[in-house]
C-alpha cells in the first residue's frame, strides 16, 4: 500500500507563493516510472486537474493554474513538487497529490490551502 507525506499548506495572502511537496512511499523503480499530479478539491466542488509530470518530465497543467503554478519532482527524493505563485482566493482548496501507475491511481491524504487577506 503506497502512502504520501504531503505538507507546505496553510494560509497565504492574496499574491503569495506556496510551495507543496509529496514524498511518496513507493520504491524508487515504481516512483521513476509513475505519473505524479496534484489535483485540488474547493467545498462544493469536483476534485480538479492542477498538473502532472511524466516519468520522462511532460507536464501539463490545469487551465486555472496554467502560468502561475509549476509541477517538478526529484525521482531520488521519491518527492513531487508544486509551486504555487500569485496565489487567488479562488485557489483556496485542498490538494492531493496522486501516483499513476496504469492502471492504478494512489492518492494522498490532502493538505489544506487556503488563500485570503
Known amino acids: 500500500q503506497l502512502q504520501f507525506v504531503e505538507s507546505g499548506g496553510g494560509l497565504v495572502q492574496p499574491g503569495g507563493s506556496l510551495r507543496l511537496s509529496c514524498v511518496a512511499s513507493?520504491?524508487?523503480?515504481?516512483?521513476?516510472?509513475?505519473?505524479m499530479g496534484w489535483y485540488r478539491q474547493a467545498p462544493g466542488k469536483q476534485r480538479e486537474l492542477v498538473g502532472t509530470?511524466?516519468?520522462?518530465?511532460?507536464?501539463t497543467d490545469g487551465d486555472s493554474t496554467k502560468g502561475r503554478f509549476t509541477i517538478s519532482r526529484d525521482n531520488a527524493k521519491n518527492t513531487v513538487y508544486l509551486q504555487m505563485n500569485s496565489l487567488k482566493p479562488e485557489d483556496t482548496a485542498v490538494y492531493y497529490c496522486?501516483?499513476?501507475?496504469?492502471?492504478?491511481?494512489?492518492w494522498g491524504q490532502g493538505t489544506q490551502v487556503t488563500v485570503s487577506s
Open positions: 496522486n501516483l499513476r501507475l496504469y492502471p492504478n491511481d494512489y
Open positions: 513507493a520504491s524508487g523503480i515504481i516512483f521513476r516510472i509513475s505519473t
Open positions: 509530470i511524466t516519468s520522462g518530465g511532460d507536464t
